[in-house]
């Protein structure tokens, strides 16, 4: 059973658009919610994490938002640029998950190609 | 330089002959991982280690081996490759000092066909 559901598998958008990309997840035990980035044969990177206690958490054009009571957060790259194209994967985890401590739960990625 | 290694980083093999990738990171990380990427499948966690001599399965354990009997290293063995494991595989690493929630840190990939 997966625990983190992620759409859509692939986005195109247009140079200087909105991205979105949408996750969910279902164990209220999760309270870390990161977003990777993985540019063609490179492993991914933390891109930007946000924690539960709050609802939205902006870094540069990048934003987190984080929805609670449903269960959902998205990520949200604003003027999006050609070389934004890349996987993203959303990915959540317990800090204090006992045998799963460091465990990270990530979904099935999503492909994006920013055209210029 | 802070990093997580890999060799090797290419590999091509025939079904049943035995390989191990190594994996080695120099930031003294607890946590351990390997996962394997296949199209439309995202990543899938193989193994983890939370410490020395301390392994767990995770979604994809079938076919795989791993060890932990230093910090630094977490090598994944394939005792008789078959062509469901061609994949891209990853090492990762993250600290758990003061809980988890912390950067998980990939190395570069190995990517390996078994023919």
């Known amino acids: 059973q997966q625990q983190v559901k992620q759409s859509p598998q692939s986005l195109i958008v247009q140079k200087g658009g909105i991205s979105i990309i949408n996750c969910a997840y279902e164990?209220?035990?999760?309270?870390?919610f990161p977003w990777y980035q993985q540019f063609p044969g490179k492993g991914p990177a933390l891109l930007i994490a946000i924690r539960p206690d709050v609802s939205e958490k902006k870094e540069g054009r990048f934003t987190i938002s984080f929805n609670k009571s449903a269960k959902q957060f998205s990520l949200h790259i604003m003027d999006s640029q050609p070389g934004d194209s890349a996987t993203y994967f959303c990915a959540a985890s317990m800090r204090w998950g006992g045998s799963t401590l460091g465990r990270l739960y990530f979904g099935r990625g999503t492909q994006l190609t920013v055209w210029p | 330089e802070a990093q997580v290694t890999q060799n090797p980083r290419y590999l091509i093999t025939v079904t049943g002959k035995k390989l191990t990738v190594t994996c080695s990171q120099n930031m003294n990380h607890e946590y351990m991982s390997w996962y394997r990427q296949d199209p439309g499948l995202g990543l899938r966690q193989i193994y983890y280690?939370?410490?020395?001599?301390?392994?767990d399965k995770g979604d994809v354990p079938e076919g795989y081996k791993v060890s932990r009997k230093e910090k630094r290293n977490f090598p994944l063995i394939l005792e008789s490759p078959s062509p469901n494991q061609t994949s891209l595989y990853f090492c990762?690493?993250?600290?758990?000092?003061?809980?988890?929630?912390?950067?998980?840190?990939f190395g570069p990939g190995t990517r390996l066909t078994v023919l």
């Open positions: 164990n209220t035990a999760f309270d870390y």
């Open positions: 280690s939370m410490n020395v001599e301390v392994t």
């Open positions: 990762a690493s993250s600290s758990t000092l003061a809980g988890g929630g912390n950067e998980q840190f």
